[in-house]
């Protein structure tokens, strides 16, 4: 089981970067897939990103695809999304999980994620 606390959120103006990053503990952090969802008030929360265990290969969300990118450290049980042309729209709490697979955390399949965190905010004004 892999639990996560994740860090880096913050208020920025539109066209704005950040960089948010999520330490994981526990024994599988290197064998699982990692991904980032966000959640928006008054919205179900949405996956964002994920990368395989050896950081090789990223899926994206159409909504976020060619200004964020998805990283993993494994010595250091910590994966980052970098955030850059951010958009009012990204508004949100954004948090980290972790799954056996890819595909689990791109479709969001409950049952095969892990605990949530508490979530970092990031608000991005107008």
């Known amino acids: 089981q892999v639990h996560q606390v994740e860090s880096g959120g913050g208020l920025v103006q539109t066209g704005g970067s950040l960089r948010l990053s999520c330490v994981a503990s526990g024994r599988t952090f290197s064998t699982s897939a990692m991904g980032w969802f966000r959640q928006a008030p008054g919205k179900e929360r949405e996956f964002v990103a994920a990368?395989?265990?050896?950081?090789?290969?990223?899926y994206y969300a159409d909504s976020v695809r060619g200004r964020f990118t998805i990283s993993r450290d494994n010595a250091k049980n910590t994966v980052y999304l970098q955030m850059n042309n951010l958009k009012p729209a990204d508004t949100a709490v954004y948090y980290c999980?972790?799954?056996?697979?890819?595909?689990?955390?791109?479709?969001?399949?409950?049952?095969?994620?892990?605990?949530w965190g508490q979530g970092t905010q990031v608000t991005v004004s107008s």
């Open positions: 999980n972790a799954a056996s697979r890819l595909h689990a955390l791109v479709a969001g399949i409950t049952e095969e994620l892990g605990d």
């Open positions: 990368i395989i265990s050896s950081g090789s290969s990223a």
